[in-house]
């Protein structure tokens, strides 16, 4: 008896190997010396130089040596052919060699139609094992395994199947060829599928190693032309930074620029991520951060504007001069915001706007009317795909400063549903206290609100929540009355109507009767839109 390493020799199977160890030599030349055959088993660990008994297979092959050849180095390369399988029953160490008494394991089998049926399962599952495996020869296979006795078929493909030692030892200890046919078909079908999910990784691999090369073959070639023309990546990102160096960003929201932009340089350009980080480099750049209008210090100018641009309402211009008036003794006011509440049509937006005149600010308006998303107000995390700032932050980049006249119009028309409470999201953009460091979800830094100019305007007060009314200072414009209706008629409305028909005084003249005869018999209205719709 001979123990082996890192290999299971089943019957009928032609193995080479090379035997060194003292005590196999001497059995294998004292095998030599008889009938030429030996038992081999094969031991549990390869690593053992001199296995005991209870360290080798009990089930092993016996085998006849066809060819030996002494080597230089007085190793023996041996050819052996398997026989039959046989069990030890007892081993004996005899004169530097291992003996084993071995039962062999004899099976008749009698053909029958389930017998042929699994065996044709099993060659037809072979074939395809065959197929995928790359390492063995197809045609080679396909002819060995053409055979009719059971036994003699389920050892060479067992033999030819790329399987552990553990398993390929398992499969030799089945001594029943029906019961090996069923043991084998189980193991062709895992290993198929093993095969099978192997050939998808490597094919889905290949795929994007190709779609990575073409890309990066197309960067190159990309890079290399933008070269030629002058304008290449590397310069495209050193303006992106010098545009953030000179943005006037706060440290911190500089420090986040910049990182964006080493991020934006490692992407690949034609990527996803790389438009999303983009997107979100321009804004940041579009928003202003320093830039100011210079404001307009004079009282006597901001009443003037105001005269030219309504009639009536001292009262009301009277508190906005006040309030302007204040602003200006403090270098950085932190006053209330101020919210017109009144009927449609009496002015309302139109004093927004005369304010941004008379002290010389950009003016934007964003409209609150039926606007029921909190996102709206706050923008959208980056995470979502077609994601954009709140209109906070929009409203400012259309200002192009950061101190504008803001009028949030229809404050009192805002809803709220399972988006959220935009009144929520007004308070900290409304409260003085807060709203120097305004987070908006996109651009997720702090940005400053402070120096702007916040105006609201309501139709009603009772719509609008307890927590943002406690924020502002209400301004209550109540109707006009019949000689100001005339009034506001004669020096504004009739001249923007003429001169919207195209017409002059030449053409057309209105009379205070006449006037006065549409105001009583056309509009009832507290302001004047009907009016200059009838005129």
């Known amino acids: ?24 030599v001497r059995a294998l030349e004292e095998a030599l010396a008889s009938d030429k055959k030996i038992f081999l088993a094969t031991q549990h660990d390869a690593s053992v130089d001199e296995p005991k008994a209870n360290e080798i297979y009990q089930v092993g092959t016996v085998v006849n040596i066809v060819q030996s050849l002494k080597l230089p180095d007085g190793n023996i390369k041996v050819l052996v052919e398997g026989i039959e399988r046989g069990k030890v029953l007892q081993i004996i160490d005899t004169e530097g060699f291992m003996q084993a008494s071995v039962r062999l394991a004899r099976y008749a089998v009698e053909t029958n139609a389930q017998l042929e049926a699994a065996m044709q399962r099993v060659t037809s599952l072979f074939e395809q094992y065959v197929k995928l495996c790359q390492s063995l020869n197809y045609e080679t296979m396909i002819a060995a395994v053409r055979m009719e006795d059971p036994a003699k078929l389920t050892d060479t493909i067992a033999a030819n199947l790329q399987l552990s030692i553990e398993e390929k030892q398992e499969l030799l200890e089945i001594f029943d060829p029906a019961d090996r046919l069923t043991r084998i078909a189980d193991v062709l079908d895992v290993e198929i599928e093993k095969l099978n999910m192997d050939r998808t990784i490597q094919s889905r691999v290949k795929r994007q190693m190709e779609r990575a090369q073409k890309e990066y073959y197309l960067n190159e070639k990309i890079k290399a032309i933008q070269k030629e023309l002058g304008r290449g990546e590397k310069s495209e990102f050193d303006e992106l930074k010098k545009k953030v160096e000179n943005a006037g960003m706060p440290k911190e929201v500089k420090d986040k620029a910049l990182q964006e932009l080493k991020k934006l340089e490692a992407m690949p350009p034609m990527s996803a991520e790389s438009t999303v980080s983009r997107n979100y480099l321009d804004w940041l750049l579009a928003v202003p951060w320093k830039k100011r209008s210079k404001e307009i210090r004079n009282i006597s100018r901001a009443e003037k504007v105001l005269n030219e641009d309504h009639y009536g309402l001292e009262k009301i211009k009277e508190r906005i001069l006040e309030f302007l008036a204040v602003r200006q003794l403090v270098k950085n006011p932190k006053g209330s915001i101020l919210c017109f ?42 995470t979502y795909i077609g994601a954009l700032p709140g209109q906070i932050i929009q409203m400012m980049k259309k200002a192009g400063t950061k101190n504008p006249v803001f009028m949030l119009d229809e404050v009192d028309k805002m809803s709220m549903d399972f988006r959220g409470d935009p009144s929520a999201a007004l308070l900290e953009v409304l409260d003085p206290e807060q709203n120097f460091m305004f987070i908006d979800h996109y651009l997720d830094v702090e940005y400053d609100l402070s120096q702007v100019f916040f105006v609201a305007t309501a139709n009603v007060l009772h719509t609008i929540p307890p927590a943002l009314q406690d924020r502002m200072e209400v301004l209550r414009l109540h109707g006009y009355t019949e000689p100001e209706k005339v009034e506001i008629a004669k020096q504004f409305l009739v001249k923007k109507q003429m001169e919207q028909a195209g017409l002059n005084e030449k053409n057309v003249k209105f009379t205070d009767d006449a006037i006065t005869s549409l105001i009583r018999s056309y509009t009832r209205e507290a302001g004047v839109r009907n009016l200059e719709r009838e005129i």
């Open 1 to 24: 008896m001979m123990p082996i390493r890192d290999v299971v020799i089943f019957p009928h199977m032609m193995t080479p190997f090379v035997v060194g160890r003292e005590s196999s």
């Open 341 to 382: 509440v009144g009927p449609p049509g009496v002015g309302k937006t139109s004093l927004g706007m005369s304010i941004a005149k008379a002290t010389g600010r950009k003016f934007v308006r964003m409209s609150l009317g039926g606007v029921r998303d909190e996102a709206e107000i706050r923008g959208h995390r980056r």
